[in-house]
């Protein structure tokens, strides 16, 4: 309880997940870009990826985009895949995310303050997705999991040395995000 009304303040302390040690997987891009379902999806496919927290087999942690970051913290990683959602669908959700979030944002990407939300929002999504973009192997879309599943599977197999089963997506759906009431959000909805 006390935990929670610190939050509710402000005041709690932020419990930072990405802990030191070397992972072979980071799936990273920025905020509201699909982690959940990607986390998700990836725990039913049988790998150990953290959300937002590191786990055996990496993370897949919209944290971890900043290089400075994860130098800060001593965690390393081996492969780096760029996950990007459409702008429109970020940005209407990127306004809402919370003042810790943004003093996070703006101590690794200070240009992105602004006092109007949209604009910074929109800095942010450029400019994380750039941090997210640099050395990473590859790129896909979150909405490719609803266009061309197969596709992006294989892209997914590939990256992970391993079959990622798209007959999986169907069980990350049926699951829902606690953060959307209950309704599905993932994959760009």
Not at 2 to 30: E, M, N, Q, W
Not at 103 to 124: L, R, T
Not at 136 to 162: H, Q, Y
Request: charge should be positive.
């Amino acid at each position: 309880m006390v935990t929670f009304i610190k939050r509710l303040l402000g005041t709690h302390k932020f419990d930072d997940p990405i802990l030191a040690g070397s992972y072979p997987f980071l799936v990273t891009g920025c905020a509201r870009s699909g982690t959940h379902f990607m986390a998700a999806f990836l725990k039913e496919n049988g790998l150990k990826m953290g959300h937002e927290a590191t786990d055996a087999d990496g993370a897949v942690a919209w944290l971890a985009a900043s290089e400075k970051y994860c130098r800060d913290r001593n965690a390393h990683f081996g492969k780096k895949l760029h996950l990007i959602r459409n702008p429109a669908n970020a940005l209407a959700s990127l306004v809402t995310i919370n003042k810790r979030a943004w003093d996070y944002i703006v101590k690794y990407s200070p240009e992105c303050q602004d006092k109007d939300k949209v604009v910074a929002s929109a800095k942010y999504w450029l400019a994380w997705n750039k941090l997210a973009q640099e050395n990473a192997v590859a790129t896909i879309r979150i909405e490719d999991f609803e266009e061309t599943p197969e596709k992006v599977c294989n892209l997914l197999s590939g990256f992970f040395e391993r079959n990622i089963s798209s007959a999986l997506i169907a069980a990350v759906y049926e699951k829902r995000d606690s953060r959307a009431g209950g309704q599905r959000i993932w994959a760009g909805k």
